[in-house]
Nanobody, 122 residues
Framework: QLQLQESGGGLVQPGGSLRLSCTAS????????IAWFRQAPGKEREGVSC??????STNYADSVKGRFTVSRDETAVYLQMDSMEPEDTGVYHC?????????????????WGPGTQVTVSS
């Protein structure tokens, strides 16, 4: 069974950068499309980005396009976050996500990891 673990969160100033990592246990992350979601206090959960199994297809929320980049290798999925804004603050989770004709969707399945806290503040 796929178990995912997020890491790399922290406190960063506006305009700064962070890189999140998502690693797997129980089975290889290679078999799954992976999505990043975030949850901020008082806000609905938001799909931030996703990447297909091959890595050839990605998708981004409008709020992060041009600032965030999702990538993957054999062992992990990464979320590079640049030009960060206070609105990016929240707990970030990675989760397996459904695929449709090679494209990733913001439709998760399976269990969620504990997440990693990201705080953007001066």
């Amino acid at each position: 069974q796929l178990q995912l673990q997020e890491s790399g969160g922290g406190l960063v100033q506006p305009g700064g950068s962070l890189r999140l990592s998502c690693t797997a246990s129980g089975t290889s992350i290679d078999y799954y499309g992976i999505a990043w979601f975030r949850q901020a206090p008082g806000k609905e959960r938001e799909g931030v980005s996703c990447i297909s199994i091959s890595g050839g297809s990605t998708n981004y929320a409008d709020s992060v396009k041009g600032r965030f980049t999702v990538s993957r290798d054999e062992t992990a999925v990464y979320l590079q976050m640049d030009s960060m804004e206070p609105e990016d603050t929240g707990v970030y989770h990675c989760v397996a996500t459904k695929m449709d004709q090679g494209r990733c969707l913001f439709e998760f399945f399976g269990s969620w990891g504990p997440g990693t806290q990201v705080t953007v503040s001066s």
